[in-house]
């Protein structure tokens, strides 16, 4: 299988985040729809367990005690776990491309456009699924990575993990943070300190006096200023 021709391969090392954007949008491979096949097995047999036991609590209520499950023909088993298939993986192919076991590998099917396939053509295909599993194993042959029911409905499956990136939060004000031109509070200086917000304000020499009245004239020289005490010669 030739590499996708618009996406680069995956770089040695690169996490799992990197990787999956890397090869989204390309089909996918054996390995993993097996493995989505049995997730998929597994959870329609459960879901037939929950109807086997849902049944058998209604006989319960309507025969009395005791409690006894359903002895059901095989033939009615087989055709109900039929039904149950068909509308589990018709149903979830048809509204959002997966089933649970698309979902837990990241896969999604689609149309080679890339649509939805809808409801037809997405029971058609599960019930060629059914009834040609053998047909998954014509994926590693084929150019596109197609399985016989892909060629059958012109379905594909694709690698497309849901988003789960976090939501954007609302864009700062760069001015603000000191990061882009004009005024800011919290711009700082080289030295690490805001000269707009800790700057010192400077305090006005006192006046002279209340009034504005000068200062007294300088005594005349050879006499001594008042108060200043007299010496005998």
Do not use: I
Request: hydrophobic share 40%.
């Amino acid at each position: 299988m030739k590499p996708h021709p618009e996406r680069p391969e995956p770089a040695v090392g690169a996490g799992p985040w990197e990787t999956r954007e890397l090869v989204r949008g390309r089909p996918a491979g054996l390995v993993s729809r097996l493995l989505a096949a049995v997730v998929d097995a597994l959870v329609v047999a459960a879901l037939g367990v929950l109807v086997h036991l849902g049944a058998s609590c209604v006989v319960l209520l309507v025969t009395g005690p005791p409690f006894h499950a359903l002895d059901l023909p095989s033939w009615v088993t087989a055709g109900g776990l039929t039904v149950l298939a068909l509308g589990y993986a018709a149903g979830g192919w048809a509204t959002t491309g997966r089933t649970a076991g698309d979902q837990v590998m990241g896969l999604r099917v689609c149309t080679r456009s890339g649509r939805s396939p809808g409801v037809p053509r997405a029971l058609l295909r599960a019930a060629l699924c059914l009834a040609l599993p053998l047909g998954l194993l014509w994926v590693p042959l084929s150019r596109r990575r197609a399985s016989v029911q892909d060629l059958l409905v012109s379905s594909t499956v694709v690698y497309d993990w849901s988003p789960r990136t976090p939501e954007p939060s609302a864009p700062r004000n760069p001015a603000a943070y000191g990061e882009g031109p004009g005024p800011s509070r919290y711009r700082r200086s080289p030295g690490g300190r805001n000269p707009a917000a800790y700057r010192r304000k400077k305090t006005a020499p006192p006046a002279a006096s209340a009034q504005g009245t000068p200062p007294p004239p300088p005594a005349p020289p050879g006499n001594p200023p008042a108060g200043t005490p007299r010496h005998p010669s």
